[in-house]
């Protein structure tokens, strides 16, 4: 990251809740995911990493829990460390949630029960094949009552509408009850109406129970309503890290180049998400919740 661009102010912070330091990434085909980039992120913030179709957002987001291998550089947590040994990859995934794009629910299963994924990570292999505690139970029924779904947790989650499914996997995430959230383009694949109710339900849920989100969008008019700090992502590496009400027409032309940033409400380019997604899940397969 070039600290020297006009477009970057890197935030002063006592202490952050997770940090990369050169992190980079490199497919094995030799495709550039990721440049050299170093980044903090304060506990409690709502950050939004903004940028087109294949800029890189994808591979940054899921770099922050090992659903992308880093080339080189290393990424810490707080209260962890360094998360490259697996002792500490599976302590920070317990505490770190993700919500998907593609919401990656099990249609045939209830709501209850899928949100009840979201408690596995606290129970062994072996224990997850009985049914799970009440307590876990307890937990998941609230998560559901949070986003409004608890009157649909016992209906086959294929069933519901997307908007709804959505919220279902804001629940399981909700379930972990984690310390940080991550959003891969959870908006992408709904209308602009719902894609401000769901992202205003994640933002608030965050926000009271602070935790740290890091949300990954390609809507410049939802970065400006919801973040508290805007990661611009261009071409692997970050060319914009200010707060929202800095991103003027200079700053949005490093981000999207030449082109005209997206309007409010259009949605991502099909075939970009779909190359960048394809790129990854070729490499890295693994897309359930840790």
């Known amino acids: 990251m070039d600290s020297t661009s006009p477009f970057i102010t890197?935030?002063?912070?006592?202490?952050?809740?997770?940090s990369l330091d050169a992190v980079e990434v490199v497919y094995p085909d030799g495709t550039i995911g990721?440049?050299?980039t170093?980044?903090?992120?304060?506990?409690?913030?709502?950050?939004?990493?903004?940028?087109?179709?294949?800029?890189?957002?994808s591979t940054l987001l899921r770099s922050l829990n090992g659903l992308v291998r880093t080339t080189s550089g290393?990424?810490?947590?707080?209260?962890?460390?360094?998360?490259?040994?697996?002792?500490?990859?599976?302590?920070?995934?317990?505490?770190?949630?993700?919500?998907?794009?593609?919401?990656?629910?099990?249609?045939r299963l209830t709501t209850l029960q899928n949100v009840l994924t979201g408690r596995l990570s606290y129970h062994s292999t072996l224990r997850s094949l009985w049914p799970l505690?009440?307590?876990?139970?307890?937990?998941?029924l609230d998560c559901l009552?949070?986003?409004?779904?608890?009157?649909?947790?016992?209906?086959?989650v294929d069933e519901l509408s997307g908007g709804q499914q959505q919220r279902v996997g804001i629940a399981r995430a909700l379930a972990q009850q984690p310390q940080i959230m991550l959003a891969d383009e959870p908006v992408a694949s709904l209308d602009p109406a719902t894609s401000i109710r769901v992202l205003g339900l994640i933002h608030s849920i965050c926000k009271a129970d602070?935790?740290?989100?890091i949300v990954s969008l390609h809507q410049v008019d939802l970065a400006r309503r919801f973040a508290d700090r805007v990661v611009g992502i261009g071409a692997g590496s970050v060319v914009f890290d200010g707060p929202p009400?800095?991103?003027?027409?200079?700053?949005?032309?490093?981000?999207?180049?030449?082109?005209?940033?997206?309007a409010a409400g259009e949605r991502t380019d099909p075939a970009g998400v779909a190359g960048e997604a394809a790129r990854e899940s070729d490499h890295h397969p693994l897309q359930a919740v840790a």
């Open 10 to 18: 890197e935030p002063l912070l006592d202490k952050s809740a997770l």
């Open 74 to 107: 290393t990424i810490d947590v707080a209260g962890i460390g360094d998360i490259r040994p697996r002792r500490a990859l599976r302590r920070h995934r317990q505490r770190c949630a993700m919500v998907f794009q593609q919401h990656q629910l099990i249609g």
């Open 133 to 140: 505690p009440l307590a876990d139970k307890r937990i998941a």
């Open 145 to 156: 009552d949070r986003v409004g779904l608890l009157d649909c947790a016992l209906r086959r």
């Open 245 to 262: 009400d800095r991103l003027d027409d200079a700053a949005l032309s490093a981000i999207y180049g030449a082109g005209a940033a997206p």
């Open 34 to 36: 990721l440049r050299a």
């Open 38 to 57: 170093s980044l903090r992120f304060a506990p409690g913030d709502f950050v939004v990493l903004l940028g087109p179709s294949g800029a890189g957002k």
């Open 210 to 213: 602070g935790i740290t989100a």
